[in-house]
């Protein structure tokens, strides 16, 4: 999802959703996020490459580090 507008990743997630049964449907997210909390070294290697994808995305494959959970929330997905 990193590598998509706002637009087609709530695509993704709205197709994700009819693909799921809406009683049991489990759908697993991984990415790059912000790990401040975990640890300085977490926080500080975020921060570098955040700075790479803004200065030359080509260095980091397009990828950034991105909160995930607002995209789930809007479209109304239970975060467990």
Known sequence: ????????????????ERCLRPETGVMLLAGITWGYRLSLFTFLTTAVWEVLYRCTRKV?????????????LHRGWRIT
């Open 1 to 16: 999802l990193d590598l998509m507008s706002d637009a087609d990743m709530f695509a993704v997630i709205d197709d994700a």
């Open 60 to 72: 980091v494959g397009g990828c950034r580090p991105q909160h995930l959970e607002p995209y789930l």
